[in-house]
């Protein structure tokens, strides 16, 4: 039931590949200045490869941060999505919060652990539809 949509999935991972690398170099270049950003991005990254996921399969994601509810939806097509459910969990809130003065207090370990939850959602989506490529072509 796989649809024709694997070079839209491609774009939407590229630019959550995109995203990944921006995080891991914000962290790792400027660390303490950038904890909002890196998580931001993180989020971001998990977004736009959970999106995608479902654009493969033929799914228009909704206009959404809710990286929970994006889980959800794909958890429908795959139950082993199980596997990042928590990691989905503590990314959502950084869609929105950290761009915002809200209040939000992030330290050095909260962008490694966002780090870690990003690239484990992008190792665990990658390996289910491993014919699409995620790394954009330089």
Request: charged share 25%; with cysteine.
């Amino acid at each position: 039931m796989v649809s024709d949509n694997k070079d839209l999935t491609q774009e939407w991972w590229q630019i959550a590949y995109r995203d990944l690398i921006c995080a891991q170099t914000l962290f790792s270049v400027l660390g303490k200045m950038q904890i909002s950003n890196v998580c931001y991005h993180c989020q971001q990254s998990a977004e736009k490869y959970l999106k995608g996921y479902l654009v493969f399969y033929g799914i228009t994601p909704e206009k959404t941060h809710d990286l929970d509810h994006l889980y959800r939806i794909c958890r429908e097509i795959e139950s082993s999505f199980d596997n990042i459910a928590d990691q989905c969990s503590e990314l959502t809130a950084y869609g929105v919060e950290p761009r915002y003065p809200l209040g939000i207090v992030l330290n050095e370990e909260d962008a490694k652990q966002a780090i870690e939850c990003a690239e484990a959602i992008r190792n665990f989506i990658t390996s289910l539809v491993p014919e699409i490529k995620d790394i954009p072509d330089v």
